[in-house]
């Protein structure tokens, strides 16, 4: 598929040069693939088959993304998410929904990433324009048990997806301003 229907497309193709230069020129095609998508966001891999046992990749962000609560639990995968242009919200959750952690994440600030550990219920969203991370995670990649979404999260599509984004959005700022109290 081209890259010009990038808008129906959840990744696009993994350079496949050996070595593969983490550009500005490489970033910005993720970014332009994410402001093309119906998902406002889009998969830049790094790693060559989704049969690699390491995988790294951008993950280029628009505001008001959705990307439903989840964990990588069976077969559990640790991951490193680092933001290297622009900013985001991450947010870790408990097995009810309850959220057990909401931090900023900033390119260039001093918490500009996280690890986290198999099993834990998180998401992100992003709170500029072209927000781009940089993601590493266990492979292989099986669309089948890659991810176990909440059941307590509507699904990406889902027409209660944008209010459940916005209460995470008012979250955040709700702790935001008990901060600043």
């Known amino acids: 598929m081209a890259e010009s229907h990038a808008k129906f497309r959840r990744a696009l193709d993994a350079p496949t040069t050996p070595v593969t230069l983490m550009t500005a020129e490489l970033m910005d095609r993720a970014v332009e693939?994410?402001?093309?998508?119906?998902?406002?966001?889009?998969?830049?891999?790094?790693?060559?088959s989704a049969d690699d046992v390491l995988h790294r990749m951008f993950n280029a962000l628009q505001p008001g993304t959705y990307i439903q609560p989840h964990r990588h639990a069976l077969p559990p995968k640790a991951e490193c998410i680092l933001v290297v242009r622009g900013s985001l919200c991450f947010v870790t959750f408990d097995a009810a929904g309850e959220i057990t952690m909401m931090t900023d994440l900033a390119a260039g600030s001093d918490v500009p990433g996280v690890d986290l550990e198999a099993g834990v219920f998180h998401t992100f969203f992003a709170l500029e324009p072209d927000t781009v991370v940089f993601e590493v995670k266990s492979g292989p990649y099986l669309a089948t048990n890659d991810k176990d979404f909440a059941a307590w999260a509507p699904r990406e599509g889902d027409v209660l997806a944008e209010q459940y984004l916005q209460q995470l959005q008012l979250a955040r700022q709700d702790r935001r301003a008990s901060k600043d109290q």
């Open 33 to 48: 693939g994410s402001r093309q998508s119906d998902r406002r966001r889009i998969i830049l891999p790094l790693h060559k």
